[in-house]
């Protein structure tokens, strides 16, 4: 049987790729001693790898796809192509931040104070690349953890990946620039996308990964609405697109369905009531297919 090899990211993305994975249809189990999940996809093979080695094994053809971050891409300067963006992290639904942080009581407060400084984090490449941009020549080292707690004892600053800004703050940071701005990447081999029945099975998981996150944070609401009362109902809805209306048997009422955010249905459902809907009922989704 023909199969895709797929790298899924392990450690901080792992979790999150796996309950995405999960949404689209894909059900997942990991051993913990094992490097191989099991996928309930006959067709795919699963592979648990560091995000910062995808790229690399992606290019080399070792893996068909995977997923690793812009940061880590553009770090290994592999040459893959990119199928989407999947806009996810460990903790949320936004992009991370490469950003250059200082010890809050740093004389340090723009990029070109940074000249003849000492610059600790993973992404030596990526950041020397940077400075190289701005005309500024530091020295930057490989960090091989807790970044953080090393200035301003070991260095002056660092370059390092953040979410919510939270650990920098404890540990007494400010962000100085941010240098790139990184989301989730669904990449494969160029060899890979040349073979028709490779691209189509790569095309249709990117296809339902991106319809699980697009629901994320939506739900659908149906509900029975007398037609007299119809219109005022429609106005309520601020829907992904128009609602869909369908005849009921009595001939006196409509069936109407749409989608929206969940965070506005608490304060939606008591107008809809008041506005004439019926039988309102909410559910949960896992994939929505624009």
């Not at 920098?168 to 100085?176: G, H, I, K, P, W």
Request: aromatic fraction near 6%.
């Amino acid at each position: 049987m023909t199969k895709i090899r797929l790298g899924l990211p392990k450690g901080s993305l792992q979790a999150s790729t796996i309950e995405l994975f999960r949404k689209a249809g894909f059900a997942i189990r990991v051993d913990e001693r094992s490097y191989k999940p099991i996928i309930d996809d006959a067709e795919i093979e699963c592979l648990l790898i560091r995000t910062q080695e995808i790229p690399r094994y992606v290019e080399q053809g070792v893996l068909d796809a995977g997923f690793s971050g812009e940061d880590w891409i553009q770090e290994t300067e592999a040459k893959v192509e990119e199928v989407c963006e999947l806009i996810y992290s460990k903790t949320g639904f936004g992009k991370v931040r490469l950003v250059i942080a200082v010890h809050e009581q740093s004389a340090i407060t723009a990029v070109a104070d940074l000249d003849g400084k000492r610059i600790a984090t993973e992404l030596v490449n990526v950041t020397r690349k940077y400075l190289k941009r701005r005309g500024v020549e530091a020295d930057v080292e490989y960090s091989w953890g807790a970044t953080e707690v090393k200035v301003p004892e070991l260095v002056d600053a660092i370059s390092e990946l953040t979410e919510t800004g939270s650990s920098l703050r404890a540990n007494n940071l400010r962000v100085v620039d941010v240098v790139l701005e990184s989301s989730t990447k669904f990449i494969a081999n160029k060899a890979a996308l040349a073979d028709g029945w490779k691209r189509q099975k790569i095309d249709t998981i990117a296809l339902l990964l991106k319809g699980a996150l697009f629901a994320e944070g939506k739900v659908g609401l149906k509900m029975n609405v007398p037609k007299a009362d119809l219109a005022a109902v429609v106005a309520l809805l601020p829907a992904l697109k128009k609602p869909t209306v369908s005849q009921l048997y009595d001939g006196e009422s409509v069936a109407l369905e749409t989608i929206l955010d969940e965070a506005i249905v608490r304060t939606i459902i008591p107008k809809l009531k008041d506005a004439g809907a019926e039988g309102i009922v909410e559910y949960p989704l896992n994939k929505v297919i624009p």
